[in-house]
């Protein structure tokens, strides 16, 4: 595989509101702004499926220390994930180790155009030589977010 460092507009297709589904009936929404001086990419998702509801907010930025795009994601669950941003074969993946060491987690952006993509949480036990998908969420446009 072939990691390369993610530019600082890497995140810039993902700014906007978007409707989001996924299998087994979940709905949500999501919308996605540059604060701090357009220098923090924010996220604020709200989603239900029959297991429930779940709010979320995640900052990304590029990080002044190394120049890497870090993730900071927490939700109603009370979850505490960081992530690094990396571009994996041409594909923006945020990655993280589990703090027990078990597993990797990433979540990838895949066919992305303004109007839709498609989002993926994935997640290997030996250390990213194979990866199952965990959820998949397809996203539509909305509008090209807060003005």
Do not use: C, K
């Not at 994996?88 to 180790?97: A, K, L, N, Q």
């Amino acid at each position: 595989m072939d990691h390369q460092a993610l530019t600082a507009d890497a995140l810039d297709f993902w700014i906007g509101r978007w409707s989001l589904s996924w299998a087994g009936g979940g709905q949500g929404t999501n919308t996605i702004e540059r604060i701090l001086g357009d220098r923090v990419v924010h996220e604020v998702f709200q989603g239900s499926d029959s297991t429930g509801v779940l709010a979320g907010r995640s900052f990304s930025v590029v990080d002044a220390a190394d120049g890497r795009w870090r993730q900071t994601w927490v939700d109603s669950n009370g979850s505490y994930l960081d992530f690094a941003g990396v571009s994996v074969d041409g594909v923006i993946s945020f990655e993280r180790t589990v703090a027990d060491g078990t597993q990797v987690q990433r979540m990838r952006w895949l066919d992305i155009s303004h109007d839709r993509l498609t989002w993926h949480w994935e997640r290997s036990a030996d250390s990213g030589v194979t990866w199952d998908l965990v959820w998949a969420i397809d996203y539509r446009r909305l509008d090209d977010g807060p003005d």
